[in-house]
Structures are given as C-alpha cells and as structure tokens.
C-alpha cells in the first residue's frame, strides 16, 4: 500500500472540502453516509469502520 495525502475542512453542517494529491472535492454527510462530488461515497460500519463503495 502507498503513501497517502489528504487533507479535510469542514464547511458547514455536513459538507466538507477535501483535497489530496489526485485533486479537490467537496462530501455531503447524510446519517451513516457519506457521498462525494466525484461520484463516490462511504457506509460507516462502526467506530473507525466503513466500507468504500
């Protein structure tokens, strides 16, 4: 596995800013999910767990 970069600003109540080396996108935060500008989101499973989809 490789290094990773990626760095988070909160906007407001459930949007973020995210950027990382592969470029910038902005994530909605729904409950348990988690959608982003690109098209991807996440399911948290648990405390430090989600599944990437």
Known sequence: M???FSRRKRLGR???LNVSKSGASIS?????FTLNSR???SLR???GTSWRF
Request: hydrophobic share 25%.
């Open 45 to 47: 499973i648990g405390k």
């Open 2 to 4: 490789g290094f990773q």
């Open 28 to 32: 909605k935060r729904a409950g348990r």
């Open 14 to 16: 459930g949007l973020s």
């Open 39 to 41: 098209g991807r989101g």
